[in-house]
């Protein structure tokens, strides 16, 4: 089945530095990669939309300059937050759908813990 | 903007009861998705629905979309502590794009 991989899983960094966070669809094809962020016993918010070749479409108040999303090639988006600081701590899942026709389930990678300290 | 809501946000019941979570959207979706998600895990697919009025069975779990399609359900027959977790529902605006419902933390009771 379609297997997506999210590292690291944990990520721990001081104030003030930027963290880059890699999502790959394994063993498919990924042209749109969706990136949602979990704050404790909270349910998932859709943070942008990465699409493989173009710019990634962010969701209302998200801001881009902080999260700068890169999808280079099929298989592989990256998170990279920028300047954290410790209201960036959440936990930050990337999903990606397998191709097919309609609208296929999405594939969770594990997630990346990030603490900003 | 749109709203995925979910009810309840807790549910707590004894091994062997039935459990339903309800998932209300703002809008009309065009198919809606079902996820668990075990403590400190990341969400798994369960079932999709497309169909207004559509019923979709997996052992003990039934899964209901509402004529509206603005509706959903999911009942657990008979609940046991595998079943403990966060049930989210997640509607699909358009093609691509899904919004999460609230969840519901489902705990069972030995």
């Known amino acids: 089945g379609a297997v997506v991989s999210q590292h690291p899983s944990r990520v721990i960094c001081k104030s003030g530095t930027s963290v880059k966070i890699e999502c790959r669809s394994l063993?498919?094809?990924?042209?749109?990669m969706f990136w949602y962020r979990q704050f404790p016993k909270q349910s998932l918010m859709l943070m942008a939309t990465?699409?493989?070749?173009?710019?990634?479409?962010?969701e209302q108040g998200v801001e881009k300059d902080k999260f700068l999303i890169n999808h280079a090639s099929l298989t592989l988006s990256t998170l990279t937050v920028t300047s954290a600081h410790p209201e960036d701590s959440s936990f930050y899942i990337c999903?990606?759908?397998?191709?097919?026709?309609?609208?296929?389930?999405?594939?969770f990678g594990n997630g990346t813990r990030l603490t900003v300290t | 903007g749109q709203q995925v809501m979910q009810i309840p946000q807790y549910q707590h019941v004894q091994e062997g009861e039935d459990f339903t979570t309800y998932c209300n959207s703002s809008?009309?979706?065009?198919?809606i998705q079902w996820y668990k998600q075990r403590p400190g895990g990341h969400p798994v697919f369960l079932i999709q629905?497309?169909?207004?009025?559509e019923v979709k069975k997996q052992k003990r779990l039934t899964f209901q979309f509402g004529e509206a399609k603005k509706n959903s359900s999911l009942h657990i027959t008979a609940t046991q502590t595998t079943d403990v977790g966060t049930y989210f529902c997640?509607?699909?605006?358009?093609?691509?794009?899904?919004?999460f419902g609230t969840g519901t933390r489902l705990k069972v009771l030995a």
């Open positions: 990465s699409n493989e070749g173009s710019k990634a479409t962010y």
């Open positions: 629905l497309v169909k207004s009025g």
């Open positions: 997640a509607g699909a605006l358009g093609t691509y794009k899904y919004i």
């Open positions: 999903s990606a759908r397998a191709p097919g026709t309609g609208n296929s389930p999405l594939h």
């Open positions: 063993d498919f094809q990924a042209t749109t």
């Open positions: 809008t009309t979706l065009s198919n």
